[in-house]
């Protein structure tokens, strides 16, 4: 009988559609206050302020979510980059001349590493990753009849920049669990990424509760 009361307001008053979460909420509302007669007007105000307070409480958490996702020290670096600014030029030198894989004391963009789980404690590893960014054209064909549709140049790839630098760190350190990387800086030639690592088998890592879940979970 509850739930045909319920859609029979909806369908009378015309109330947006409830989410699974609100419906259900409703619904134990509505079952504590059983010994109470309920009328329709009661049922039809309690959905509207249901609505109204959850709805007000998803637009916070969205609001609050996208202000987390990119802190000013994000927007800064960024803004570095975009301007090519000279102190990550002198960095971008140094990096060219070191090898693909450098381990780094901490990372660059401390708060964007904090947010994949890095903690400055042992069994750690923060990895500065380079990758070629390549042609991404094929040879042109030298003999036969030339096609109308020869396929050399505006190829895409399957995976973007990211994807190739985590893959290539997973099989460099296949003792360490990979927790995620963020971008760092581009040229005309290569892209530089850092990777966060954790090592499975430290004890530092097994105490800590968060890090055991992420690291030791698979």
Wanted: hydrophobic share 40%; glycine share 6%.
């Amino acid at each position: 009988m509850l739930v045909v009361c319920i859609g029979q307001a909806r369908n009378v008053y015309h109330i947006n559609t409830l989410t699974y979460c609100e419906f259900h909420i409703l619904k134990f509302l509505l079952v504590k206050n059983s010994r109470r007669i309920l009328t329709l007007a009661d049922i039809l105000f309690s959905i509207i302020d249901l609505v109204g307070v959850l709805r007000a409480v998803r637009d916070i958490n969205r609001t609050w979510v996208a202000a987390v996702m990119r802190t000013r020290q994000d927007v800064a670096w960024l803004n570095m980059w975009r301007e090519n600014s000279p102190e990550i030029r002198k960095r971008a030198i140094i990096w060219r001349k070191q090898s693909a894989f450098t381990r780094i004391d901490k990372p660059s963009r401390i708060q964007r590493a904090r947010r994949l789980g890095y903690k400055a404690k042992q069994g750690m590893v923060a990895i500065r990753v380079r990758v070629g960014t390549g042609g991404m054209r094929r040879q042109r064909p030298v003999a036969g009849r030339r096609q109308k549709h020869l396929g050399v140049t505006r190829m895409k790839a399957e995976v973007n920049m990211k994807q190739v630098a985590e893959r290539r760190v997973a099989e460099k350190y296949k003792n360490l669990k990979l927790l995620g990387s963020y971008f760092l800086y581009k040229d005309g030639f290569h892209y530089w990424f850092e990777a966060i690592l954790a090592d499975k088998s430290h004890p530092r890592i097994a105490k800590d509760k968060e890090l055991r879940k992420r690291v030791l979970s698979t």
